[in-house]
């Protein structure tokens, strides 16, 4: 194989776990920051609990580590995903004089604008949670709730990408071993981590009571819809054309932004014929 054949595989693959992301991490984060919100309400919320910790810290810890897989992405020394200066000419012609965070920018809002068309079924995911909660006796189950639907959401995003690495791989030319050494550092792994600490904090109880079958089923449907719908092209390649909608300042001219829409909406026949 030639260093060309690794490079474009390479760059196809980077495509995929891009775009596949660009909708699971930032969508998950948008549900986790209304959770937040929510949470903030907890009447133990600046209450210290295990270690002295008080749970709000908890959750700034999470939210910490999100900023710093952000700082990772946007000033990557390596494999980088977001150097404008990366670009090829032919790209690069399409945007403006755009920044490295600009372009971080626009591809969360990809996620952003998948939030915003799939929040339905985050919040019926919520109730779901709200109502088995509720059942067993914990104690403010609307607020808990929330702090589980932001955990279920990020778990999500890490599984989405995980799934992503491992279907961009060919085996070939680029090895899943290699293809986890470029792109993990999309992975919402430490967040979640960090979020599922912030959750047992809030409430241990969370972690030790036991769903009844018809609990454990609704909301593994529920989960199953959500991840179904941040994966499905549609939403995929539709909240990337909202997306360039929402940032046209960023391309150069306004006919580049036609021009990248439609060749996105190709790209979204193109893949939902391989599928069918």
Same mark, same amino acid.
């Given at each position: 194989m030639t260093k060309e054949e690794i490079l474009q595989r390479i760059s196809a693959a980077a495509a995929t776990v891009k775009l596949c992301c660009g909708v699971a991490n930032n969508a998950a984060w948008m549900a986790a920051l209304e959770a937040h919100d929510h949470i903030k309400a907890h009447r133990n919320y600046k209450r210290a609990v295990r270690g002295g910790q008080t749970i709000r810290s908890y959750y700034k810890k999470a939210i910490f580590e999100f900023h710093k897989y952000e700082r990772r992405l946007i000033y990557a020394d390596q494999n980088r995903m977001f150097h404008v200066a990366d670009m090829t000419p032919e790209v690069r012609k399409k945007y403006g004089n755009i920044t490295d965070r600009e372009y971080y920018e626009f591809w969360a809002a990809i996620g952003f604008t998948a939030y915003q068309r799939t929040r339905p079924m985050v919040t019926s995911l919520w109730n779901k949670y709200r109502l088995s909660l509720a059942q067993h006796g914990i104690e403010q189950p609307d607020i808990v709730a929330w702090a589980m639907t932001g955990q279920a959401c990020l778990a999500l995003a890490v599984k989405v990408c995980d799934t992503a690495i491992t279907s961009a791989? %060919?085996?070939?030319?680029?090895? $899943?071993? !290699?293809?986890?050494?470029?792109?993990?550092?999309?992975?919402?792994? %430490? !967040?979640?981590?960090?979020?599922? %600490?912030?959750?047992?904090?809030?409430?241990?109880?969370?972690?030790?009571?036991?769903?009844?079958? !018809? $609990? $454990?089923?609704?909301?593994r449907v529920g989960l199953e819809q959500l991840e179904e719908a941040w994966t499905n092209p549609s939403m995929l390649y539709g909240s990337t054309i909202g997306a360039a909608e929402a940032y046209d300042e960023i391309f150069r001219t306004q006919g580049e932004l036609k021009k990248a829409c439609k060749d996105i909406e190709q790209a979204k026949q193109e893949t939902e014929k391989e599928l069918r």
């Open positions: 791989c %060919d085996g070939k030319i680029l090895t $899943e071993r !290699v293809g986890r050494h470029i792109f993990g550092q999309f992975s919402l792994k %430490d !967040v979640a981590k960090l979020w599922m %600490d912030a959750l047992k904090a809030t409430d241990p109880k969370t972690d030790t009571y036991t769903l009844t079958d !018809v $609990e $454990e089923r609704n909301i």
